[in-house]
């Protein structure tokens, strides 16, 4: 298994474009997160799945993103009219029921000029 | 709520020398704890892991972490630095279906 893939590594895009981020998890992880990560700051947590359900989405993650898990598989995080304070690195992490590890794939990193 | 304190920003090491980096945790439960290191351009790589039994835990890449619930504490230490350990530390909590709480990190930079 090659681990969790996140696709683009790099987006830039300009204030008012939506862009979509999409996170490949390790095959049978059914738990899925999506954090984020402003420079110097820890990553903050934004919502999680588990197969396809999203069970929990941070008040960090205003109306304008929205994230889905079609089929349990891969899964996708939406911005919509991105803002400059949208930029952050956009972090995947997949986790195995019963296993305490999160997986974490290399982040998409969002420039908004 | 919970919320995770790293004091040290920076940290500059001779390569050799021992490391140690704070982390102070606030937690209302029975904490899960977590180091992680991330190296520039890299995601998260989990170093070790406490949920309970021996307050010493052993990880990886020769690092070790002990849990001080008097104290609230979850230092990583490492006896002998080498080049390679340049990079970022975070120390998380997790909370509820292990969604991770993040101190802010440590950035360690090793001289010569």
């Known amino acids: 298994d090659t681990g969790v893939s996140q696709d683009p590594r790099h987006k830039i895009t300009k204030r008012g474009q939506n862009v979509t981020f999409r996170c490949d998890p390790i095959?049978?992880?059914?738990?899925l997160y999506w954090y984020r990560q402003t420079l110097g700051q820890g990553p903050e947590f934004l919502t999680y799945?588990?197969?396809?359900?999203?069970?929990?989405k941070s008040r960090l993650l205003s109306d304008r993103f929205s994230a889905e898990r079609p089929k349990g598989s891969f899964s996708t995080l939406e911005i919509q009219r991105t803002e400059q304070g949208d930029s952050a690195m956009y972090l995947c992490?997949?986790?195995?029921?019963?296993?305490?590890?999160?997986?974490f794939g290399p982040g998409t990193r969002l420039t908004v000029t | 709520a919970q919320s995770v304190t790293q004091p040290d920003i920076h940290i500059t090491v001779s390569e050799g020398a021992s490391l140690e980096l704070r982390c102070n945790y606030s937690?209302?439960?029975?904490?899960?704890l977590f180091w992680y290191v991330q190296s520039p351009g890299q995601g998260l790589q989990l170093l070790l892991k406490?949920?309970?039994?021996?307050?010493l835990v052993q990880g990886i890449k020769g690092f070790e972490a002990e849990f001080k619930r008097s104290q609230s504490s979850f230092n990583l230490r490492k006896p002998s630095v080498h080049w390679s350990d340049a990079a970022e530390y975070f120390c998380?909590?997790?909370?509820?279906?292990?969604?991770?709480?993040f101190g802010a990190g440590t950035t360690v930079t090793v001289r010569a």
């Open positions: 406490y949920f309970s039994g021996d307050t």
């Open positions: 095959s049978e992880h059914n738990r």
């Open positions: 992490a997949s986790r195995l029921a019963g296993d305490y590890e999160q997986y």
């Open positions: 799945f588990q197969n396809e359900a999203q069970l929990e």
């Open positions: 937690y209302g439960a029975t904490p899960y």
């Open positions: 998380a909590v997790g909370f509820n279906d292990y969604k991770l709480s």
